[in-house]
């Protein structure tokens, strides 16, 4: 079973930075394919950018490619989200998850993953 603590998360105003940061304990950290999501009120949680285990390519969505990066540590047991060029369609609760064997046509959708984060807001002024 893998726990997750969140950190980073907090107000800016649009065109800044913050770092989401996810710890893991218990589990096997680095066999796990990892992945950030977000949501908003009344919309479905969305995949923002995820690795692969076993991959180094990370996966950004359309949306943030360019602006989000994401990596992970294992010998930290923690993955990361730098978050550069913020606007305000950025606002949302911030998940990280994880999870084993996960095919490639899911690697984007949230059910396939068993570990959530509990979430962490960031929220973007304009």
């Known amino acids: 079973q893998v726990q997750f603590q969140e950190s980073g998360g907090g107000l800016v105003q649009a065109g800044g930075s913050l770092r989401l940061s996810c710890v893991a304990s218990?589990?096997?950290?680095?066999?796990?394919?990892v992945a950030w999501f977000r949501q908003t009120p009344g919309k479905e949680r969305e995949f923002v950018a995820g690795?692969?285990?076993?991959?180094?390519?990370?996966y950004h969505a359309d949306s943030v490619k360019g602006r989000f990066t994401i990596s992970r540590d294992n010998a930290k047991n923690t993955m990361y989200l730098q978050m550069n060029s913020l606007k305000p369609d950025d606002t949302g609760l911030y998940y990280c998850?994880?999870?084993?064997?996960?095919?490639?046509?899911?690697?984007?959708?949230?059910?396939?993953?068993?570990?959530w984060g509990q979430g962490t807001q960031v929220t973007v002024s304009s």
């Open positions: 218990g589990g096997s950290f680095r066999s796990y394919t």
């Open positions: 998850a994880a999870g084993g064997r996960i095919i490639l046509s899911q690697f984007r959708v949230p059910r396939a993953y068993d570990y």
């Open positions: 690795l692969r285990y076993g991959n180094s390519n990370p």
